[in-house]
Structures are given as structure tokens and as C-alpha cells.
């Protein structure tokens, strides 16, 4: 297992995050404060929370009345530096981000979880890594896996925390990835309807976004 100092990733948070959530105990998150976030689309609430066993920060964006036990509009999404701050075109994470801010803001009420687990969990030195073996040839999966991780080492029991500060317990949810929503249904957070987010398919993401649906069963469409 490769590992390297200001390596963030991986298995240590994972079996930290593991160990604080065993035998079935909520998964506990620590709020830490509230502010405005203004963007382009609409100014947001900005709730940060910090995981005790990782240390790691994670946010909530909320939009509207969301606490008032009707469905809300949400996307929870992984953290993706290169997609999200860095405009990457090798995945279709910075515009499924801003699709969603968007759409939130179209709505006029919603959600966002920021989730800090960059990699699908590997962290940005290994996911980088990984990017390397896929410049020679690995799809994203086979690269992980010749990292030694497993194609996708992200958990969502953080997500209950943080719905339950902002009091929401359904959802319709922005995400093509069927994980996610058999996550939050485990975590007793009902998915009332399951809403596409295909977006910024071009020929640098083809492979990958190809690959996400044969081998870790996102629901795409071919074209976006
Ligand atoms: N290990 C690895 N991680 C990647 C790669 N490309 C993107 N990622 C990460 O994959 C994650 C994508 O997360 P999300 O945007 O929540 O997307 P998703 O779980 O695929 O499903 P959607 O909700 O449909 O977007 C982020 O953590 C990215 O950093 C890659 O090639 N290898
Ligand atoms: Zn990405």
C-alpha cells in the first residue's frame, strides 16, 4: 500500500472513520459554524462540521426552508480538487457540482454535501497516482486496484449528521451513482425521487464516464 507524507487518504481515515462509527453507533460529526456564501447563483448558507476520527472538514450548503419536512433537493458530492477548483475535464465533477448549485438555486431551496473525500476515498496524492496509470492505459477502476484500493472506498454515514442538523430526512437526489442512494436509504433517509445528473460529457472524460457505468454501475446514458 503506498503511502507518503500529506498522503490524506485512505485506509488510516477509513478505519478511523470505521472504527467511530462501529456496532452501529451514529456516526458522529462535530458542527462547528454557519455563515453566508454568496454565489453566482444564489447566496447560500455554509454549515461546517468536522469529523473528530479523520479530522477532516466537511460542509453542508443549504438554500430555502429546508428543515420543514418536505422533500429536498439535493446533491451530495465527493470532493474532487482537480474537477471542482482546477476546471479538470478528465471527469464531470466540477460542472455535476455547478449543475447542482444551479439547480438548488433555480428551485429557490436545497441541499449540498461537500464531502471531503477526495479519490472516491484515496485521497488527491493517490488519485493522481492513479491518473498516471491511467495515462498508460488503466481504466479508473484497474488503477485503483493496482494502488491496492478498492475501486471506491467513500462512506455516507457522515451524510446523517449533517441532514440531521439541518433537520431533512428525504431527499430527491441529484446522482447517477446507485450507491448513493441505497447509502441514504440505509441511513433511514428516504430518496423520494432519484434525479440524472449527466453533464460536461467531452473526450477527455469518455473512457471514464464509460467505465463508471459498466464497472461501478452509474446509470449514464451515452450521450450528455
Ligand atoms: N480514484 C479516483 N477517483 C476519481 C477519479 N476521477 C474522479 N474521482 C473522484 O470520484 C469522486 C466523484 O464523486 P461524485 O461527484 O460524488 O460522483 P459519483 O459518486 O461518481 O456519482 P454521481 O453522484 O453520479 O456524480 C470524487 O471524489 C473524485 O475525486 C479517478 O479516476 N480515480
Ligand atoms: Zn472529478
Known sequence: MPSTPGDDSDLTNHQRAAAASEHGAAY????????????????????????????????????????????????????????????SQRCDCGAQLEAALQAIAKQGRGALLYLRQEGRGIGLVNKIRAYQLQDQGADTVEANERLGFPADMRRYDLCRPMLDHAGIRSLRLMTNNPRKVAAMEKLGIQVVERLPLQVNRNPYNENYLTTKASKLGHWLKDRS
Do not use: M, Q
Request: aromatic share 8%.
Open 28 to 87: 458522529r460529526l462535530d458542527y462547528i459554524a454557519a455563515s453566508k456564501l454568496p454565489t453566482p447563483w444564489a447566496v447560500f448558507d455554509i454549515h461546517v462540521f468536522v469529523d473528530p476520527a479523520t479530522a477532516k472538514e466537511h460542509l453542508l450548503l443549504t438554500l430555502g426552508n429546508v428543515g420543514d419536512g418536505l422533500p429536498v433537493l439535493a446533491r451530495v458530492h465527493s470532493e474532487c480538487l482537480t474537477g471542482d477548483a482546477l476546471f
